[in-house]
């Protein structure tokens, strides 16, 4: 498996709220997802958060054998959600949160789990790249149409 990765903050002077990672067998990226100025529900923050996840995630990936992505994912959201449960409101629905793209190698299998606005390339022998993205994301983000328009013809 060959693995490019590059991350920039998305502005300057303002940490980079991605986490990016590889083992030999499994690749993580955490995309951080938060609303700005709100450290009175979080003192941590979407950099601390993606980089807790994304690490934490990385080393379930490499010591647990045999479980699927999306158990090994909650475990790991479990784990960074305990680490501030304490001191953040962690149910408050603007704390931090993520995208999350895992790639993994299971003998001759891949696995893959793509979670929100990150996407997966895959080169493939022969044939044309895989691309893989969530498809939720594209219904999510659709304007949403008021219930009289619903009603309205055409």
Not at 1 to 27: K, L
Not at 48 to 57: D, H, I, M, N, P
Not at 133 to 139: F, L
Request: net charge neutral; charged share 25%; aromatic share 4%.
């Amino acid at each position: 498996m060959r693995v490019t990765m590059t991350s920039v903050a998305a502005r300057t002077g303002r940490a980079n709220e991605d986490f990016v990672g590889a083992v030999p067998t499994a690749v993580v990226l955490i995309d951080g997802a938060g609303i700005p100025c709100t450290a009175s529900i979080c003192r941590h923050g979407v950099a601390w958060y993606a980089g807790r996840l994304g690490s934490g995630l990385l080393g379930l990936l490499s010591r647990v054998r045999g479980r699927s992505l999306p158990a090994l994912l909650a475990e790991a959201i479990e784990q960074v959600t305990d680490d501030h449960r304490d001191t953040c409101d962690v149910a408050d629905p603007v704390s931090p949160s993520a995208a999350v793209a895992v790639l993994r190698l299971s003998g001759d299998r891949i696995d893959y789990l793509v979670l929100g606005d990150s996407f997966l390339v895959l080169d493939r022998v022969d044939r044309a790249p895989l691309v893989v993205s969530d498809a939720r994301e594209v219904v999510i983000s659709r304007p949403r149409r008021s219930p009289e328009a619903a009603r309205s013809p055409g």
